[in-house]
């Protein structure tokens, strides 16, 4: 099993630009996050979803939308990337248990 | 609403020595509660979690935490430290019942050093 996979793993984009990032979970979990780590501020919810078809806010979601299609792949769009969103971001997938597995991260810089 | 706080942002400490790395958490509920460790350039992977039952909890890599639930602690113990612990430390905390949503706060993390 590959585990949570994220696609790209680095990208730079100018402010104004779109981009889309992927997450794909091969464990059949229902539930998946988009997080976002800035230095000294650990991890920050951006929206979660609870099973295909469903999506809701979590801490910081201004600036960001994400569909989750089939149960698999949880996607986080950026439509007008501005510099404030320059980070890294983490996808996570649980089951019914409270434990969360982490993708290996992308790591975005908007400039 | 939880809240984690991790006193302290980075901890340095030698081989071999032991180290405690302290997490408090604020919540009007009970809660659950996880470490996790972030290797550099890696994504977070789950040490150790407290969900019900004793109060010790023991994870990977020789690393336990205690909750105690009056001082709303978790700190993170490991006897004896070796170079390949450095890393960075969240300590995590869930409400019991949050709905199906099962989110997660985190703290902001403690730098793990481990000097030669």
């Known amino acids: 099993n590959a585990g949570v996979t994220q696609t790209p793993k680095f990208r730079v984009l100018k402010t104004g630009q779109s981009m889309t990032l992927l997450c794909a979970q091969d464990?059949?979990?229902?539930?998946m996050y988009w997080y976002r780590q800035d230095p000294g501020m650990g991890l920050r919810l951006i929206h979660y979803?609870?099973?295909?078809?469903?999506?809701a806010k979590g801490e910081v979601p201004d600036g960001y939308n994400v569909s989750r299609l089939k149960k698999q792949n949880f996607l986080l769009g950026l439509e007008s990337a501005a510099p404030s969103q320059t980070s890294v971001y983490f996808c996570?997938?649980?089951?019914?248990?409270?434990?969360?597995?982490f993708g290996p991260g992308t790591r975005l810089t908007v400039t | 609403a939880q809240s984690v706080t991790q006193l302290d942002s980075q901890v340095p400490v030698f081989e071999e020595a032991p180290v405690e790395l302290r997490c408090n958490y604020s919540?009007?509920?009970?809660?659950?509660l996880f470490w996790y460790v972030q290797y550099p350039n890696q994504g977070l992977q789950l040490l150790l979690k407290?969900?019900?039952?004793?109060?010790l909890v023991k994870g990977i890599n020789g690393f336990e935490a205690e909750f105690n639930k009056s001082q709303t602690s978790f700190h993170l113990r490991k006897p004896s430290v070796h170079i390949s612990d450095t890393a960075e430390y969240f300590c995590?905390?869930?409400?019991?019942?949050?709905?199906?949503?099962?989110?997660?706060?985190f703290g902001s993390g403690t730098q793990l050093t481990v000097l030669p």
């Open positions: 464990m059949n979990h229902e539930y």
């Open positions: 919540s009007s509920v009970s809660v659950y």
């Open positions: 407290y969900l019900s039952g004793s109060t």
């Open positions: 995590a905390v869930s409400d019991v019942g949050s709905g199906s949503a099962r989110q997660l706060t």
């Open positions: 996570a997938s649980s089951h019914r248990s409270y434990e969360q597995y």
């Open positions: 979803s609870v099973g295909e078809g469903t999506t």
